[in-house]
């Protein structure tokens, strides 16, 4: 009988056997600012609310598999367009998948920007879709020369653009977004995880472009352990799409606290606002200090460039404060460091960690 490793070895695909797991380190302990999570918890005068809705659900049976009441909460907190329509996904990233696996037609492309959300990425080596990475300019902007050369060479099914992109932090300009819509002969997703703290959205653009669709989650707006985004657009598209989605993608629990919560959505976004502030607070923190490049973010996050980037982040994680290390991911993120914008009292303790460490580089 051969081993399960040399079984596992045989029978699975090439590109599974040669990925590298996504590591999600263990955060226990730490001030966790690695993963853009809203640091502030559900505000206690909703946590009895919520109790209650959780307490009467009915968990014995399988969700409502169109989320009718979630989709329509959805609609109207978020002022969706009455002609556009909505599919829900457990988190954005399995939308990313469903995507991919609808378009994955033998020989289609799935076209990304460089250096962007890494998932689109590894949804194309998952779903054997090929994939084709456009350079972003240095200073992170859209190439747009570039990027339209490649999207006439390459003719990708599927394009996905970060707006606000990840890991960088900044917003394309909207006109260089249109055109890349206008020139691409395939779908075009605008993905909007960052949609709360950013000034400008595709979705009044849904109208003008047969092929765009805008991708949203609720995942940086305080509801990452929910598991819940969601793609907006024509119908046309999304009546498609629902083929592919698992019938009870979305659980009971998520739907009726989800939809709770977005009764509330402007405590949520006043969360962000704050958390706007303290991005700014942050920023000028970061700029103030010798052999530190902060770059500008219209996210929950800054990016910074700092020498011996993996060292400073070995000295943060020693002192308590866990950030993103992109250092040795793409080239143009050489020394480059992600973190989230806290509590103001977490972004105090990471800034106080920070100078430590770096008084200790020296
Ligand atoms: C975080 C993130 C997502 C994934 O969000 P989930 O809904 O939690 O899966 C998608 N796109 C971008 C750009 C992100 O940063």
Known sequence: MPSAFSLASTLLRREILDLHAYHVPDSTGYIKLDAMENPYPVPSALRGE???????????????????????????TLDLPDDMGVLLGNGSDELIQLLALALNKPGATLLGLEPSFVMYKMIATFTGMRYVGVPLAADFSLDLPTTLTAIRREKPALVFIAYPNNPTGNLFSAPDVMQIIETAP??????????????????PRLADYPNLLVMRTFSKLGMAGLR???????????EQLEKL?????????????AEKLLGHHKILLQQAEQIKLDRAALHRQLGA????????SEANF???????????????????????NLNG???MLNNCLRVTVGTPDECAKFV???????????
């Open 289 to 296: 200090i010798a052999g530190v490049q902060v770059y500008p």
């Open 329 to 331: 991911g793409h080239p």
């Open 352 to 362: 106080a960690a920070l100078l430590d460490t770096l008084n200790q580089l020296a």
């Open 186 to 203: 395939g779908l075009v997703v605008v993905d909007e995880a960052y949609y709360a703290f950013a000034a400008d959205s595709f979705i």
């Open 50 to 76: 919520i109790a209650g809705v959780v307490a009467a659900a009915a968990i014995n049976r399988y969700p409502d598999p169109g989320a009718a009441s979630l989709k329509e909460k959805i609609r109207c």
């Open 228 to 238: 819940l985004g969601f793609l907006a657009g024509r119908t046309a598209w999304l």
């Open 245 to 257: 989605r698992l019938p009870y993608n979305v659980g009971v629990l998520p739907q009726v606290v």
């Open 302 to 324: 800054l990016l910074f460039r700092a020498a011996r980037a993996t060292e400073v982040f070995d000295g943060l994680k020693r002192r308590g404060v866990l950030i993103k």
